[in-house]
Nanobody, 122 residues
Framework: QVRLAESGGGAVQAGGSLRLSCVASGATYWMSWFRQAPAKEREGVAAIDGGGKTYYADSVKGRFTISKDNAKNTLYLQMNSLKPEDTATYYC???????????????????WGQGTQVTVSS
């Protein structure tokens, strides 16, 4: 079991930037960001594997960057050029034992943070 704690959410105007952080109590192979808007399913945003390879949803490619500091067990999500449709609760997730096909699929992750709210106004 890995405990995860997100921070960094907030309210910004469209075109602005935010950086989310997620501190993990231990190391895992996969660390990822998901988001969930009201009345919508949780969707994968970005993932990073143990070798540092990154994966992104098409909707955020070129705008979001996922990274991690292994020494600090901390995951980051730099979000630039934010749009109103990025408004959601953002969750950090971590796990191991699956391949890249599962990187952005919520059902394969068993460790989740409590979420942090991101609101983008037009």
């Amino acid at each position: 079991q890995v405990r995860l704690a997100e921070s960094g959410g907030g309210a910004v105007q469209a075109g602005g930037s935010l950086r989310l952080s997620c501190v993990a109590s231990g190391a895992t192979y996969w660390m990822s960001w998901f988001r969930q808007a009201p009345a919508k399913e949780r969707e994968g945003v970005a993932a990073i594997d143990g070798g540092g390879k990154t994966y992104y949803a098409d909707s955020v490619k070129g705008r979001f960057t996922i990274s991690k500091d292994n020494a600090k067990n901390t995951l980051y999500l730099q979000m630039n050029s934010l749009k109103p449709e990025d408004t959601a609760t953002y969750y950090c997730a971590a796990d191991y034992g699956f391949g890249s096909a599962g990187a952005l699929r919520a059902h394969v992750y068993h460790n989740w943070g409590q979420g942090t709210q991101v609101t983008v106004s037009s």
